[in-house]
């Protein structure tokens, strides 16, 4: 059912020229700063000046809810929070690096491990309605962690951090953004990593979707991001 889709896709963006002018309404769970994100963004802009990007960044249940009441065309979302009715391709992976703060017992150290850091309190992005972060953190590190939830944006979770309340996780391209009394430092485990999912819902027919799909799919592949 997924590869039909997805050939369906890509028949309606590519022929006779369709969707090459419109508009696309993207949701995203991450900011889209920093590479691979940036780059794949600016490819498509350099190509499909026609189409206009509208972002919009939202917490997982929102970009659910808006997708399936078609207020947003699609999304980038990562593996573990693809709900079962969508369909999904994945474009790329990052790796996961911890945001410890300055004066932090372990902030000396290059590289870290899980268990060098599951004594500490995790600060988590959370919502009443969504608690994917803490689940999948727990999933990485193992049982027992002692979570801190904060109904916030990213950068305010790291601004904590360099407050001293705790340590987080960050993907390899938020940690580009520098944020006062906070350092990053990379995790040696084979799990520390995220997998980001294009997402749609298979009644979704339109053009510049279909265009925008095929494009995302062709340049992971070309840039070897998975």
Request: hydrophobic share 45%; aromatic share 8%; charged share 25%.
């Amino acid at each position: 059912r997924i590869l039909a889709d997805l050939s369906a896709l890509k028949v309606m963006g590519e022929s006779a020229g369709l969707g090459s002018v419109g508009k696309i309404r993207l949701g995203v769970r991450l900011p889209s700063v920093g590479e691979p994100i940036q780059g794949l963004l600016k490819a498509w802009r350099d190509q499909n000046p026609g189409v206009e990007l509208r972002v919009y960044e939202m917490n997982e249940r929102e970009i659910l809810t808006s997708i399936e009441e078609r207020r947003l065309d699609l999304a980038f979302m990562t593996k573990q929070t693809l709900w079962p009715r969508a369909v999904a391709v994945p474009i790329y992976r990052e790796r996961l690096l911890a945001a410890v703060p300055k004066g932090h017992r372990l902030a000396c150290r290059k590289t870290l491990t899980w268990e060098m850091i599951r004594e500490d309190t995790f600060l988590v992005q959370a919502w009443e309605e969504s608690q994917t972060a803490r689940e999948y953190y727990a999933s990485l590190i193992g049982s027992g962690i002692r979570f801190a939830m904060h109904s916030a944006s990213k950068q305010s979770v790291l601004g904590l951090v360099g407050a001293g309340y705790g340590i987080t996780l960050v993907t390899q391209s938020q940690a580009h953004v520098r944020i006062p009394g906070v350092v990053f430092r990379h995790i040696l485990e084979d799990n520390a990593e995220l997998e980001v999912h294009l997402a749609w819902v298979p009644e979704n027919e339109e053009a510049t979707v279909g265009r925008f799909v095929s494009f995302m799919r062709e340049m992971s592949a070309s840039r070897h991001l998975l």
